[in-house]
């Protein structure tokens, strides 16, 4: 079992910025691929950014392409999510995710087994 705990979000203006922070437990975090994903209010769960085992590459949906920037750091069992230029269609619920396919970056929701509880992201305009 992972468990995974985000924290970072909140609320801020148009064009700010945050840091999203994920820290696992239990298993060896360098065994997973990491995503974050976003759900807005009535919508599905989106992909937003993945980063494989060792750190080496990285994915990220186009509408946050430039923006965003996600990073892990391995000894401290936590992948980061830096969010710059917001945007108020940035607003949503954010989730990070495990998954097993330590090399997997552009992943379905479903091969991601492990996610955390979600913080809340609110940008407004």
């Known amino acids: 079992q992972v468990q995974l705990v985000e924290s970072g979000g909140g609320l801020v203006q148009a064009g700010g910025s945050l840091r999203l922070s994920c820290a696992a437990s239990?298993?060896?975090?360098?065994?997973?691929?990491m995503g974050w994903f976003r759900q807005a209010p009535g919508e599905e769960r989106k992909f937003v950014a993945a980063i494989i085992w060792g750190g080496g590459r990285t994915a990220y949906t186009d509408s946050v392409q430039g923006r965003f920037t996600i990073s892990r750091d391995n000894a401290k069992n936590t992948v980061y999510l830096q969010m710059n230029s917001l945007k108020p269609e940035d607003t949503a619920v954010y989730y990070c995710a495990a998954s097993p396919l330590r090399a997997g970056l552009s992943l379905p929701r479903y091969k991601y087994d492990y996610w955390g509880q979600g913080t809340q992201v609110t940008v407004s305009s």
């Open positions: 239990g298993r060896p975090f360098s065994n997973y691929a």
